[in-house]
C-alpha cells in the first residue's frame, strides 16, 4: 500500500499489474493500517501526507475494502510456525490462509506458510 501511493517505482511489475487491474478485489488489512499508524506515532515512517489523509487518499486510489481482523484470523495467527517474526506480517499470513486471497509483498519468507504471494 506505501509503495503503491508513495513509491510506485518500487513495485514489481505483476504486483503493479494486479494492484492495477479493476478485475481484481483489493483488501487491505486492518494490521496494515494499525502497523502504519504505529511506525508513523513512533518516527520510523514517513508519508507523503498527514496519515489520515494519506490512508483515505490510498482506500480511494486502490479502490479497496477494508479487512477486519477476525477472531478465525487471530487463532490461526495464534498456531503458526514462527518463520516470521512480525506480529503484523503474521496476520496478513492468516488472514490470506483464512480468506483465501493473495498478498501483494516482496517478502519471500511468507512463502513458507504457503500463502499465494504476488510479486
Known amino acids: 500500500m506505501i509503495w503503491w501511493v508513495d513509491h510506485d517505482e518500487l513495485l514489481s511489475e505483476s504486483a503493479h499489474e494486479a494492484i492495477a487491474d479493476p478485475q481484481n478485489e483489493l483488501l487491505i488489512s486492518a494490521a496494515s493500517i494499525w502497523e502504519i499508524s504505529i511506525k508513523l506515532g513512533i518516527g520510523k515512517l514517513k508519508l507523503s501526507f498527514p496519515y489520515r ?40 499470513i492468516a488472514q490470506s490462509s483464512v480468506e483465501q486471497i493473495a498478498i501483494v509483498s516482496s517478502d519471500e519468507v511468507f512463502d513458507r506458510y504457503g500463502v499465494h504471494r504476488l510479486w
Open 53 to 92: 489523509e494519506w490512508m483515505s487518499k490510498a482506500v480511494v486510489d486502490l479502490r479497496a475494502s477494508i479487512l477486519p481482523i477476525s477472531v478465525e484470523s487471530c487463532d490461526v495467527q495464534c498456531s503458526l510456525p514462527l518463520h516470521h517474526g512480525d506480529p503484523f506480517d503474521r496476520l496478513i
